[in-house]
């Protein structure tokens, strides 16, 4: 098999003709019907086909996947049998097509018997061939291309996430993964008032991610996981939105959509032993071959510190923490974790991260362009609004500015008047009053001037 660092092939076309071929050929001889004069003819073409987009490198995909060395042990068996995994996803009509071939299955993944048939094997040789190459430590299985699933004689071959979105252009699955829900907030780096420092590691984030590619195709480097990341940093100071502008940079670099789902913790955590685990498996399992990007929100609640023994549930515990650790470690594709509470996070996990970033509380100058980005920006607004001097007066965090902003907009629109300090000072005042304690009036400076009574 040659291979050529090559994008997407349509050459791959030419395997699901032959395909399609055998399905209909071992469908013909299921129900006794004549095949056409021209069948052994067109066969013969077909695998002319295939042979000469092997050579040609339709496969070159795989060097994303694997170094040039170990995708030199695969076999003309072995590529034969990633076409029939790939085919039901790559054609779906031939999936219904592949499940009435094989009923005693269940699945439209192609089985053992049926892979016999549509290869047309001839002996006992030829069979053990076969299971040789499907192997848990035979190359397919090995370098995670294929999965062989359920039990002798029934055993099914289907292809890995990253193979379908390697050789496929495609996400494995077109559901939102179980446990999570897709975020449809996007943002921009100019909306992202953090100082230069943090939004430099952020950079170095997205590069990591968009890079990780070509380093593995192009470099040589082993196929990387991840990466993790950890935004660390007091509430509101924008480690949610951080992930959303991530999410729509890799988008404008890559030129391929990438999704943004945040984790469900009521769908993931469960009172009954193994429960949790078991759902974040799936959850993890469903994302992988995707450009997607993970974010779990309150990390610090999943993933707390590990404690000493002293009966049955801080065992599990420890070993559902410890579980949770390793299947994120091992995960291929981007996680990033949010806490406001980092040293609530077990140190152990900490070592797993290629990124941690901190999200520092603003300070004035911070504050106020803030206010300047989250403020309606075809709002009219009064002449005395000065946005240093309301940085100046009101300490809030920029989630904070977003809820006052808006209110303050609501306000202004309401009363058809231009934003102003009056509007601005009653939102700031609602928003300290959130904290449930006693709100001095010296505490939003010389907005205070501006309060309307009753606050």
């Given at each position: 098999m040659t291979l050529r660092p090559a994008g997407l092939d349509a050459f791959l076309d030419a395997e699901f003709d032959r395909v399609a071929a055998m399905i209909a050929l071992a469908e013909a001889v299921r129900t006794g019907s004549a095949l056409p004069d021209e069948t052994a003819e067109r066969f013969q073409s077909l695998s002319a086909a295939v042979e000469a987009a092997r050579t040609s490198g339709a496969w070159a995909g795989l060097l994303a996947l694997a170094p040039r060395e170990d995708l030199a042990a695969l076999t003309r068996l072995d590529v034969d049998l990633m076409a029939l995994a790939l085919a039901p996803v790559a054609r779906p009509a031939l999936g219904p097509r592949l499940w009435s071939l094989?009923?005693?299955?269940?699945?439209?993944?192609?089985s053992l018997p049926l892979i016999e048939d549509l290869l047309m094997l001839d002996g006992g040789g030829q069979i053990a061939l076969l299971v040789d190459r499907?192997?848990?430590?035979?190359?397919?299985s090995a370098l995670g291309l294929i999965r062989v699933e359920g039990a002798t004689p029934a055993q099914t071959v289907r292809p890995a996430p990253r193979l379908i979105q390697t050789m496929l252009g495609r996400d494995a699955e077109l559901a939102p993964p179980p446990g999570a829900t897709l975020s449809d907030r996007r943002g921009r780096w100019e909306e992202l008032v953090l100082p230069e420092p943090t939004l430099a590691q952020l950079r170095d984030l997205t590069a990591w991610i968009a890079r990780g590619r070509m380093l593995t195709e192009d470099w040589g480097a082993a196929p990387a996981r991840g990466p993790l990341a950890l935004f660390s940093g007091p509430s509101g100071t924008g480690k949610s939105f951080a992930a959303s502008v991530i999410a729509s940079a890799l988008h404008a670099r890559t030129e391929e959509p990438w999704a943004l789902y945040t984790l469900d913790l009521g769908r993931i955590m469960s009172k009954y032993v193994g429960e949790t685990e078991a759902n974040m498996n799936a959850l993890l399992s469903a994302l992988e071959g995707r450009n997607a990007l993970l974010q779990i929100d309150e990390a610090d609640g999943l993933l707390g510190k590990r404690g000493e023994v002293t009966d049955a549930r801080d065992r599990y515990a420890?070993?559902?923490?410890?579980?949770?650790?390793?299947?994120?470690?091992?995960?291929?594709?981007?996680?990033?974790?949010?806490?406001?509470?980092?040293?609530?996070?077990?140190?152990?996990f900490l070592r797993r991260f290629q990124m941690v970033v901190d999200f520092p509380a603003p300070d004035a100058a911070a504050r106020a362009r803030l206010w300047q980005v989250l403020l309606p920006p075809r709002a009219p607004r009064a002449a005395d609004l000065d946005l240093s001097r309301i940085g100046e007066a009101a300490r809030l965090s920029g989630g904070a500015i977003r809820n006052?902003?808006?209110?303050?907009?609501?306000?202004?629109?309401?009363?058809?008047?231009?934003?102003?300090?009056?509007?601005i000072a009653r939102a700031v005042w609602a928003e300290l009053n959130k904290d449930a304690r006693q709100i001095r009036r010296t505490e939003i400076g010389f907005l205070a001037e501006h309060l309307e009574e009753p606050c």
């Open positions: 094989q009923p005693q299955a269940g699945s439209c993944w192609p499907l192997r848990p430590t035979a190359p397919l420890n070993l559902e923490v410890s579980h949770l650790l390793a299947r994120l470690e091992d995960h291929t594709g981007p996680v990033i974790l949010t806490t406001n509470l980092r040293a609530n996070v077990d140190t152990a006052a902003a808006t209110y303050a907009a609501v306000l202004a629109a309401e009363r058809d008047e231009p934003l102003g300090l009056p509007h």
